[in-house]
T-cell receptor
């Protein structure tokens, strides 16, 4: 099972771009990388998923280098409502391991 | 609204009580999951059901008993719980549970359980 490592917390201000990097050194060939967002007392919510290079949707971008041993979630122009915990996950759907995630605090 | 509902949203029970948590998904998914999230701890996967068959049980104590009567409903039966079982219990569903692709999981709002 691929283990992930993320910063425990990050601070930012409204309007800034936030980049959260996740390390997954033992990622398997078939593993996808998925990021979830969780607000207090709610279930996690899917943000973005990728396998390699770059993926972009209306919420975020995901950058994955060629060796796939890390990935970076990029949130453009964050707002106060982006304050949440962000989880990076790799591996099979029925064996996902949610780590402690990265607690992002956005200030006015 | 993710298409996954959970009831009740809050539950207080004594250690001798028997209660059940219910999860329902309206997404046509074939896999359902129970997670436990204790205060300041990561989510812990408890049970996985695929096409109504249990495929994963992560060494969960027998005082937690899951039931999946069909692909849309999932229950977690609770009996003789301990105070340390107090947590947020989250249900999730996905189109499938395995294979080459990591399927997106859709989570319910959770049931906040307090065991006295």
């Amino acid at each position: 099972l691929a283990k992930t490592t993320q910063p425990i917390s990050m601070d930012s201000y409204e309007g800034q771009e936030v980049n959260i990097t996740c390390s997954h050194n033992n990622i398997a060939t078939n593993d996808y990388i998925t990021w979830y967002q969780q607000f207090p007392s709610q279930g996690p919510r899917f943000i973005i998923q990728g396998y390699k290079t770059k993926v972009t949707n209306e919420v975020a971008s995901l950058f994955i280098p060629a060796d796939r041993k890390s990935s970076t979630l990029s949130l453009p122009r964050v707002s106060l409502s982006d304050t949440a915990v962000y989880y990076c996950l790799v591996g099979a759907t029925d064996k996902l391991i949610f780590g402690t995630g990265t607690r992002l605090q956005v200030f006015p | 609204e993710t298409g996954v509902t959970q009831t009740p949203r809050h539950l207080v029970m004594g250690m001798t009580n028997k209660k059940s948590l219910k999860c329902e998904q309206h997404l046509g998914h074939n896999a359902m999951y129970w997670y436990k999230q204790s205060a300041k701890k990561p989510l812990e996967l408890m049970f996985v059901y695929s096409l109504e068959e249990r495929v994963e049980n992560n060494s969960v104590p027998s005082r937690f008993s899951p039931e999946c009567p069909n692909s849309s409903h999932l229950f977690l039966h609770l009996h003789t719980l301990q105070p340390e079982d107090s947590a947020l219990y989250l249900c999730a569903s996905s189109l499938a549970s395995g294979g080459r692709t990591q399927e997106t999981q859709y989570f319910g709002p959770g049931t906040r359980l307090l065991v006295l």
